[in-house]
């Protein structure tokens, strides 16, 4: 039977020692000595040497993934003569450990921040392979990305087209540029098929592209090669994303009546599975389908499509990474419960770790759900329903809203949260002062920082009111009332 709190999604495993491989990263695996072992190394081991908590990834697992997605998408989209581009969506995860990886396999970068296209031109990646996207891009940053060479500005309102121009016309060069489409079409709404327009603040909306496009072609320092279309990322059904592709592709070919445009840009937004209940990945499917729709449409209508574009994030790094924490407190709550079933009292096990929503907002941003596995040992006790929350001062500060773990969970014990490889760090705050963690990837079975974790000082770094000599001159200052030689301790 299962518990009266738990939600009916949630599946209470058999053994609770087993890792679901669609949940956890490849090489995790529960060793002879219980522990979470992962490429041969001990998870708790890594967390006594790098500090708790910890982002771990598993770089090997992430480039076996992106080799296994490239297979997928060239299979099903570098079809008939057409060329492939992927661009990994930095803001899912960025280190430069990340970056070089997959620079190493030829892929290019999709960015959306003077940070992030900083930071990924450092890592070492040809500006070339860069794609700038956003909403709001400076003339700061589309002067540091055009006088660098990106490779293309994926342009989202009318206002920029002048503003890339002029910077263009300024360093005397010709720049790629797509247009961000507003398809209408929604990955998170059920009934996406009914919406003719999105009231969201990215892409241009349909009926405005015709316009703008001959705005684009006005411009000498400007070379519009193609659409480009993000429908929303966890995307599981399919449907909505071959409806976005016809939608651009109809606009396309209507395009390229009078612009020579080469490329389409299909966005990223594969979903992954967090927990046992979520459904497989199935990007083949996606894929396969959008690129039956291309095909058909470009054969249909014979148009000219060189080359199609991808922007995957989560799938690539999500499932190779794991968040580690330790068990600070442990306390039953009694809940009183209504089902089908009848009423009564019930009791959740509230297991609260040394992180939280500063190191993962999705709970608590979407609801999202996620896996727990106790780390440092088998389990011996019956389990227990559990909610593992973070040490915030907030009640909706939850790193997991349900799963199962050993009753006997105690502080002290190592907890392991699958599937935290994207949308973790890039989103981590320090909310309430905390540091964030280090972010250690594991390569040929040797782990390193990759990011180093953020100390006490880092965190009060900033605050230029905690220099000493504004101390001293503060009215409120201890040191205000005592004489300068009393004050050594600040010195
Ligand atoms: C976030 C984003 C992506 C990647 O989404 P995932 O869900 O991580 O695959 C791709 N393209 C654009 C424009 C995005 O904003």
Not at 5 to 33: F, N, S, T
Not at 234 to 244: C, H, S, W
Not at 275 to 280: F, G, H, K, L, V
Not at 394 to 422: C, F, K, N, Q, R
Request: charged share 20%; with cysteine; glycine share 10%.
């Amino acid at each position: 039977m299962s518990h009266p709190l738990a939600p009916d999604w949630l599946v209470e495993p058999l053994d609770h020692d087993a890792l679901d491989p669609g949940v956890w990263p490849a090489r995790a695996v529960r060793g002879e000595d219980g522990e979470i072992r992962i490429g041969g190394l001990s998870t708790a081991g890594l967390l006594e040497q790098y500090g708790s908590p910890l982002y771990l990834l598993d770089l090997d697992d992430v480039l076996e993934r992106a080799r296994r997605l490239e297979d997928t998408l060239s299979a099903a989209l570098a079809v008939s003569g057409r060329t492939l581009r992927i661009h990994y969506a930095t803001k899912a995860l960025l280190a430069a450990d990340v970056i070089r990886a997959l620079d190493g396999l030829g892929w290019g970068f999709d960015v959306s921040s003077f940070g992030e296209w900083e930071w990924t031109r450092r890592a070492g990646a040809n500006p070339q392979h860069i794609e700038y996207q956003g909403n709001n891009k400076s003339l700061h940053e589309l002067r540091a990305a055009l006088s660098h060479g990106v490779g293309q500005i994926v342009i989202d309102s009318a206002v920029e087209v002048e503003r890339v121009a002029a910077v263009a016309t300024e360093l005397g060069i010709s720049q790629e540029v797509m247009i961000r489409v507003n398809t209408g079409v929604h990955a998170g709404t059920h009934d996406y098929l009914a919406t003719a327009r999105e009231d969201q603040k990215f892409g241009v909306a349909r009926a405005d592209i015709p316009a703008l496009a001959a705005e684009i072609a006005r411009h000498q320092s400007l070379r519009l090669i193609g659409l480009h279309s993000h429908i929303g990322s966890q995307i599981v059904a399919p449907d909505g994303f071959v409806e976005a592709t016809r939608r651009v592709l109809e606009l396309y070919r209507d395009l390229q009546v009078d612009h020579p445009l080469t490329t389409l840009n299909i966005g990223g937004g594969f979903a992954i599975p967090y927990t046992s209940a979520d459904p497989e990945s199935n990007v083949e499917q996606i894929v396969s389908m959008v690129g039956q729709e291309i095909d058909a449409f470009v054969t249909r209508e014979g148009i000219t499509l060189s080359t199609i574009a991808c922007e995957p994030g989560r799938i690539v790094v999500g499932p190779a990474g794991i968040t580690l924490y330790t068990v600070g407190t442990t306390k039953p709550v009694e809940v009183d419960y209504t089902t089908e079933a009848g009423s009564g009292v019930a009791t959740r096990l509230y297991v609260s770790v040394d992180g939280g929503m500063s190191d993962n907002i999705r709970p608590a941003l979407y609801g999202a759900n996620y896996t727990v596995s106790l780390a440092n040992r088998f389990a011996t006790a019956p389990p227990a329903l559990v909610r593992v929350v973070g040490s915030h001062c907030e009640s909706g500060d939850i790193v997991i809203h349900d799963d199962y773990l050993p009753s006997d969970v105690t502080p002290g014990d190592v907890v392991a949260v699958a599937a935290t490889g994207a949308y973790c760090h890039s989103l981590s705050s320090n909310y309430n002062a905390l540091g964030r963690p280090a972010l250690v990837v594991i390569e040929g079975g040797e782990a390193r920082v990759a990011i180093a974790a953020e100390t006490p000082d880092d965190v009060m770094a900033r605050d230029l009111g905690l220099a000493l000599g504004s101390l001293a001159a503060h009215p409120h200052s201890v040191g205000q009332e005592t004489s300068g030689a009393e004050r050594t301790d600040q010195a």
